[in-house]
C-alpha cells in the first residue's frame, strides 16, 4: 500500500468539511445523496452513494430496514439507490422501527414482493419475524430471496439461530459492511461449518478491497484496516487477524474477526453501551470500586431477543455494600442506550432484563487484560 | 378525461378486486361516500390496495391524526404528478419523511432530473449541495425553514410542496429566489399550484391540477384522475377551497 495516512472515523469526520481525506467516486454526476452513520460513536460520518452502487445487488425489490442508532439516513439512500438503480421495473420502501408492529406489515411486504430485505440490527429482524407469525403473515415472504443484515457482529451460533426462523427458500447474509465503505466482504459459508469456535466470523474481502492489520506480523490479531477505491487505510475500530491462505471456494484471503479492538462498544437487543457512558456513570463510585466490569448478555429464545446488563465490582468496603449496590444499579439504568431508550426503558417494555450489580472478589488475574465492557451471547428457553 | 369516465373505468377496475372493501359497488361518482383518511387508514392494506398484478413502485408512509399509513403509488402515477417545478437541473429534495423524499427523487428520475436527497442534517446537506452544484431545494416549509439560512449561492430556486401555505416565508422568499408553491396532499398528490404573480394573507389562489377534480365545500372532496393502487375517489382534503371566481381553472383556499 502506498504512504497515505492511516485514518479513523473522527478523521472522515473532520474530512467532510475539509476534503482532506474523502474522495467522493468519479461519477460525481450520477450522486443521488448521501448517507450518514455515528456507527458506534455517535458522531455523524457523511459519504456518498452513488446511483448504481447496489443495483446488482437486488433482483426486483427492495425493503430496507436499518434500525441502528444514526442510521436511519443509510436506510434513505439504500432504498433510493434501489430505487433509482435499476433498469428494469423496480419497487423500494424503507421502514422505520414503529413500522415492525405495525399489523399490514406483511401486507406491505405481500404487496410489494421484495427479492430482499436491507435489515440491521438483527433484532429489528427478530422483531419483523415476530410480527409476520403473529399476524399470519410468513407468507408474505414468498418472494424473498435474500434477507441482509448489515454491520453487526454475529458469531457462527447467533447467525444460525437466526437462519432457523427464516423460511428455508431466503438466504441470510451477513456481509461485513461498514456505513463509511459499503461492503468490505462476505461470510464464508465453508468457514463457518468448519470453525472450532463459534464466536467468531470469517470474511472473504472483495477483490477491490485491500485488507491488513495495523502494527502486527502477518497472521498476529490487530486492528483491521481497510483499504477501497475511496478511501484509503480506514481503521475499523475491529480486532481481526489475516490468513493468507486459499479457501476451498477460491477467495485468497480470510478475516477473522475477533470482535472490536478496545472492548469500549457492545450491542444488545438493540441497544447500545459504550465504555466512556459506563465510566462516567460509574466514576463517582471510584472511591468504593476498585475494579468493575459490565457484563452485557443478549440472550436469543423462542424468536425474542433481550438483554441484560450485569455489573461485576470490586470492593473492600463491607458495610452498606447494598446501598452501594442500589445507587450503581439506579446509574447505570439512566445510561441512554438508543436515541430514545435508557436501561431502564428497555427493562420496563420487556426488551432487557432487570440490571444486576454482583459484588465479587476479583476480577482480572496478574497481568491479564482488563475488560471493561464484555458482551455474552446465549440461548434461553425463556419466552 | 372526463370526470365521469374516469370514475366509471375506475369503479370497475376496483370492483373487480375481490380483495376491495373500501369502495362500495357503484359506477356513480354522486353515489360513492367521501373517504376520510381515518376510513382510509384504518381500512387493512390488502383491502384498500387494488394494484391488480402490478405490484407497486414505493409506498409513503403519511402520518395524519396520529395515525400512520402506507400509501402505495407506482413509478407511472408519481412521473404523472406535476409539481410546479422548472427549470431546475439538480434539486436537492428535503421532505420530513424519508419515504416522501424517496417518492419525490423517483419524481424528479422519472422526469429524466437527478435529484439530491438531504440528510436530516442541514450542515452536511448544504455541504453535499455546494460539493454536487445544487440549484434549486425542493421540500415543504417545515424543511424548508430548518435549511433556508443554510442554502448555498447556487441554489436559485425554491419549490414548496406541501399542504397548507405560509405567506410570509414565500413573501421573504420571493425577489431572492424563483418560488413555486404547490397544493399537495401527501396521501393523495397534487391539487394546484400557487399563482405567485398575486397572492396575499387573503387570497391564494391556485389553477388546478390535470389529475385533480375538486368538489367545493368546508371541506373539499377531490379525486385524483389516476389509477392508483391507493385510489383516491371524493377524498376529504380537510382544506377549505373555494372555485376562483375571477377564473375557472382555479380554486382559493381558506382558513
Redesign the interface.
Known amino acids: 500500500m502506498n504512504s497515505t495516512p492511516y485514518i479513523s472515523k473522527d478523521d472522515i469526520v473532520k474530512g467532510?468539511?475539509n476534503e482532506h481525506f474523502y474522495t467522493?467516486g468519479d461519477s460525481?454526476?450520477?450522486?443521488?445523496?448521501?448517507?450518514?452513520a455515528s456507527g458506534t460513536t455517535g458522531r455523524?460520518v457523511?459519504l456518498?452513494l452513488e446511483?448504481a452502487h447496489l443495483s446488482d445487488k437486488f433482483t426486483f425489490?427492495v425493503i430496507t430496514a436499518f434500525m441502528r442508532i444514526g442510521m436511519?439516513?443509510v436506510?434513505?439512500?439504500t432504498?433510493?439507490s434501489a430505487?433509482?438503480g435499476l433498469e428494469t421495473?423496480?419497487?423500494?420502501?424503507?421502514l422505520?422501527y414503529?413500522?415492525l408492529k405495525?399489523?399490514?406489515l406483511g401486507?406491505?411486504i405481500?404487496?410489494?414482493?421484495p427479492s430482499d430485505i436491507m435489515i440491521a440490527p438483527s433484532a429489528s429482524l427478530h422483531a419483523l419475524l415476530k410480527n409476520l407469525r403473529e399476524n399470519d403473515g410468513l407468507e408474505s415472504l414468498s418472494s424473498l430471496q435474500r434477507i441482509y443484515l448489515g454491520g453487526e457482529y454475529l458469531s457462527k451460533n447467533q447467525f444460525l439461530f437466526l437462519q432457523s426462523l427464516i423460511p428455508s427458500h431466503i438466504t441470510l447474509i451477513n456481509d461485513y459492511v461498514l456505513s463509511e465503505t459499503n461492503t468490505i466482504g462476505y461470510n464464508c459459508p465453508r468457514w463457518r461449518e468448519l470453525t472450532q469456535n463459534p464466536n467468531l466470523e470469517y470474511i472473504h474481502p472483495l477483490e477491490s478491497v485491500e485488507v491488513e492489520t495495523l502494527g502486527t506480523t502477518p497472521n498476529e490479531p490487530g486492528e483491521l484496516v481497510v483499504s477501497t477505491p475511496n478511501l484509503k487505510h480506514y481503521k475499523t475500530g475491529d480486532a481481526a487477524r489475516i490468513i493468507k491462505k486459499l479457501c476451498v471456494c477460491s477467495a485468497t484471503h480470510t478475516v477473522e474477526l475477533l470482535g472490536r479492538i478496545d472492548y469500549d462498544w457492545v450491542s444488545a437487543a438493540g441497544g447500545v453501551l459504550h465504555r466512556t457512558q459506563i465510566e462516567e456513570v460509574l466514576l463517582p463510585f471510584r472511591s468504593v470500586i476498585s475494579d468493575y466490569r459490565v457484563v452485557v448478555t443478549e440472550t436469543y429464545g423462542k424468536g425474542v431477543v433481550r438483554g441484560k446488563v450485569t455489573v461485576l465490582c470490586v470492593t473492600t468496603k463491607r458495610e452498606r455494600l447494598h446501598l452501594i449496590q442500589q445507587d450503581i444499579l439506579r446509574a447505570i439504568n439512566n445510561i441512554r442506550i438508543a436515541s430514545t431508550k435508557t436501561v431502564r426503558d428497555a427493562i420496563e417494555k420487556g426488551i432487557f432484563y432487570p440490571t444486576t450489580v454482583e459484588i465479587v472478589e476479583e476480577l482480572t488475574a496478574d497481568g491479564a487484560k482488563r475488560i471493561p465492557l464484555q458482551k455474552v451471547v446465549q440461548e434461553t428457553n425463556d419466552e | 378525461m372526463n370526470i365521469d369516465t374516469f370514475v366509471e373505468k375506475e369503479l370497475q377496475r376496483i370492483g373487480a378486486l375481490s380483495s376491495n372493501t373500501l369502495y362500495p359497488c357503484t359506477t356513480n361518482l354522486s353515489e360513492l361516500p367521501s373517504l376520510s383518511w381515518k376510513k382510509l387508514s384504518v381500512t387493512p392494506l390488502q383491502e384498500r390496495t387494488c394494484s391488480g398484478k402490478t405490484p407497486p413502485t414505493h409506498a409513503t408512509l403519511v402520518e395524519k391524526e396520529g395515525i400512520r399509513a402506507w400509501i402505495l403509488r407506482t413509478a407511472t402515477s408519481i412521473a404523472q404528478e406535476a409539481y410546479g417545478i422548472e427549470d431546475s437541473e439538480r434539486p436537492c429534495i428535503a421532505f420530513p419523511h424519508r419515504t416522501e423524499s424517496m417518492e419525490k427523487a423517483l419524481w424528479f428520475y422519472e422526469n429524466n432530473i437527478l435529484p439530491l436527497v438531504s440528510s436530516a442534517n442541514p450542515i452536511l446537506t448544504k455541504v453535499h449541495m455546494e460539493k454536487y452544484k445544487c440549484d434549486s431545494f425542493v421540500g415543504s416549509f417545515k424543511t424548508l425553514s430548518m435549511h433556508t439560512t443554510l442554502l448555498p449561492l447556487s441554489i436559485t430556486h425554491i419549490h414548496i410542496i406541501d399542504s397548507t401555505v405560509d405567506v410570509a416565508v414565500l413573501k421573504s422568499l420571493k425577489g431572492k429566489y424563483m418560488v413555486s408553491c404547490t397544493l399537495a396532499l401527501p396521501e393523495f398528490g397534487t391539487l394546484g399550484k400557487l399563482d405567485m404573480d398575486n397572492f396575499s394573507e387573503s387570497h391564494l389562489s391556485f389553477e388546478i391540477h390535470k389529475t385533480a377534480h375538486i368538489e367545493w365545500g368546508e371541506s373539499a372532496l377531490a379525486t385524483k384522475l389516476l389509477p392508483l393502487p391507493t385510489p383516491m375517489l371524493r377524498y376529504e382534503t380537510s382544506l377549505h377551497l373555494l372555485p376562483d371566481t375571477n377564473r375557472t381553472s382555479h380554486f382559493t383556499l381558506h382558513e
Do not use: C, H
Request: hydrophobic share 30%; net charge negative.
Open positions: 467532510i468539511y467522493p460525481s454526476t450520477k450522486t443521488l445523496g448521501f448517507k450518514t455523524g457523511s456518498v446511483r425489490g436511519q439516513n436506510n434513505t439512500f432504498g433510493l430505487l433509482l421495473t423496480v419497487r423500494a420502501t424503507s422505520e414503529e413500522d405495525n399489523e399490514d401486507a406491505l405481500q404487496e410489494f414482493a
